[in-house]
């Protein structure tokens, strides 16, 4: 078969495949729960790291720009993720912040059912800086570029109403200052409540296993209660300990805290 016969077959099965599904501009967002995900949340944390109080600030959006329905049991997404994150300690009513990062990347979502959910980041994106009240102000004289992007896959099973588990692989294809950093995975799980009342309990446990050099492990658990109104809007709160490598030096160190979350439910 020609060349040009094999691109009019493929043709002509895409746009057949096409057409029996649905498209939808702009969908509404589809929930989906994975360690990447906790990441595109709005929060503000405040705890103790090192003997000293230290806030966390996250803004994060997920932006679905394109919906496809191939089937009635099964949707597609595709989109947009971002988020920044500060980190600040407060000295003399002043909150200085020590470092921040942000997250940018390209998502696509499918779920078939309501048990079975998989997203595939083609680019993730993480860039980490040094801020006005970093420790070591010397650092800032000799700053570098300290970023990575990486393709990763998750998917999520959700065998009862009330539980969610996930896990997840990365590749890091391109990293600046961050050699040794290959791949990592990444595991999940959630509880909340199963009936969609005002008031809903939930308890979150997240690990980490990242390789840089060598396999590091981390942690991250919260609990809490969501308080939400008729379209599941309103505030969170719990909570929560982690000890984990710090997404802001890229590794480099351990961030370990324990302290009160508040979740805005936008």
Known sequence: ????HILVFCLIVSVKALNAGSYEFFPERAPFFSVSSLE??????TGSENSRIVNHGNLGVEFPVIGFSPKENRRCLAGIAAAAHLVMFPENMKFAVENFYATLALYANCFR?????????PVYHVSGHL????????????????S??????????????????????????????????TDRFDLAFRFSSAQEKRVRPYAAISGQFVHLHEWRAGIDVEAGSKF??????????GVRYFNRMHPGYYFDQREISAGVQIDFLL
């Open 1 to 4: 078969m020609k060349r040009h």
């Open 40 to 45: 595109f949340r709005h929060y503000l944390y």
């Open 113 to 121: 059912s309501d048990k079975i959910a998989c997203r595939l980041y």
């Open 131 to 146: 801020g006005d009240g970093a420790e070591n102000d010397s650092a800032l004289t000799d700053a570098r570029a300290v």
């Open 148 to 181: 990575s992007e990486m393709v990763k896959f998750e998917i999520a099973f959700t065998p009862a109403s009330f539980f969610t588990f996930s896990g997840g692989y990365g590749y890091y294809y391109h990293v600046c200052a961050q050699q040794g950093l």
């Open 228 to 237: 939400v109104n008729s379209r599941g809007r309103g505030i969170g709160i």
